[in-house]
């Protein structure tokens, strides 16, 4: 059974967190926190990498199959899946092979097929005859855009030569492409926008293969994208996961354009304004049952109008539309307001509207 660890609350949703080739578990590291504070989160390392004996293998299915074994000895039912490069290409193979398991996937800096198979063929014979060392300073310009971590360098060197050639041997008979439209758990797709290995048309191809997929793109990051922008994958995955109260309710009200870019732009500053956001607007008090949501949206377009936030006023003419609300009730909202708030809060408040009901026709 592949090498694993456990972490987090005993009752915790499953979450399973497959590596990189050359990583170890620990690859995970800068999420594991924040992950761990909801989901009981599984990680495990590759066959012949960290903790992982070597094992004869030879297909993804092969690891999809150890992955389940891991899952099975905790007692996972349904689990959500994330991973790295051949950790994603894992999870997108349990998405496939077992749907009733995989409640949700997160693909990083993955594809549905890396490249061509004699180029893993090439890297399988090389291991096997020099060990890992040849690969160093060529992988660690491919993991990193930012300063290289030495630890995950350290795996690699310490990776078995036969354990790590037989991932390659394994990724040289991999290719979704004609599968992905069969995928059908919600998925996330991170890119990193100077990832040599997987660039983000690989991402691309992934999102538009997979139906509902949603795209992240990150600046300033390689083919270790979670290592380089920690803070904004854990952002992306936060998001993602179903188990963060109040997302799905942000998503349905203001769109999953919104709340994508909301959470690209999140930084370390804004991390824990954004999960109260989620958590306390969009989780406890837009789902309470006193008000249906066109109420919500009649409520707050008033408070808006009364402040003076006529950026937030935009966004939220926008979300009166999605709850029910037509063009002609938020205008009748808007000449309440005039009465209430001032004549000049409400012409601002108009012309704002206008503007984005115009976009909207």
Not at 154 to 171: F, I, N, S, V
Not at 203 to 214: C, K, N, P, S, Y
Not at 216 to 229: I, K, R, S, T, Y
Not at 342 to 360: D, I, K, M, S, Y
Request: hydrophobic share 45%; proline share 6%.
């Amino acid at each position: 059974m592949l090498q694993h660890q456990l972490d987090g609350p005993a009752n915790g949703e499953p979450l399973i967190l497959g590596p990189s080739l050359g990583t170890s578990l620990r690859v995970w590291e800068p999420q594991l926190a924040a992950l761990a504070r909801t989901f009981r989160v599984l990680r495990f390392d590759l066959p012949g990498h960290g903790g992982s004996p070597a094992i004869a293998l030879s297909s993804i299915d092969d690891l999809a199959r150890m992955v389940l074994e891991a899952a099975d000895a905790q007692g996972f039912d349904g689990f959500h899946y994330a991973g790295v490069s051949i950790g994603g290409a894992i999870g997108a193979t349990l998405a496939l092979g077992r749907p009733d398991r995989v409640r949700s996937l997160t693909m990083i800096c993955s594809s549905a097929r890396f490249g061509e198979p004699e180029a893993w063929r090439d890297r399988a014979r090389l291991v096997r005859a020099e060990g890992t060392a040849p690969l160093l300073e060529a992988t660690a310009q491919r993991w990193f855009a930012g300063p290289a971590d030495r630890a995950l360098l350290d795996d690699l060197a310490a990776a078995d030569p036969e354990g790590y050639a037989a991932c390659c041997d394994a990724l040289s008979a991999y290719d979704l492409r004609d599968a992905l439209t069969e995928v059908k758990a919600p998925t996330l797709v991170v890119a990193g926008r100077d990832d040599p290995a997987t660039p983000p048309a690989h991402a691309r191809q992934l999102a538009d293969g997979i139906a509902g997929a949603t795209l992240v793109e990150l600046p300033g990051a390689a083919h270790l994208a979670n290592v380089d922008q920690p803070d904004r994958v854990t952002a992306a995955l936060l998001a993602h996961l179903p188990a963060v109260p109040g997302m799905r309710v942000r998503r349905e009200v203001l769109g999953d354009a919104h709340v994508d870019r909301a959470i690209a732009r999140t930084t370390p500053l804004t991390r824990d304004f954004q999960d109260f956001i989620t958590r306390y607007a969009w989780g406890e008090i837009w789902t309470r049952p006193g008000l249906d949501r066109r109420a919500r949206s009649c409520v707050t377009l008033t408070a808006l109008v009364a402040q003076g936030h006529l950026e937030e006023l935009a966004m939220h003419v926008r979300a009166a539309l999605r709850n029910g609300l037509t063009p002609d009730e938020i205008g009748e909202v808007l000449l309440q307001t005039a009465v209430y708030c001032g004549v000049p809060a409400a012409n601002a408040a108009f012309a704002v509207a206008q503007r984005v009901l115009a976009e909207t026709e």
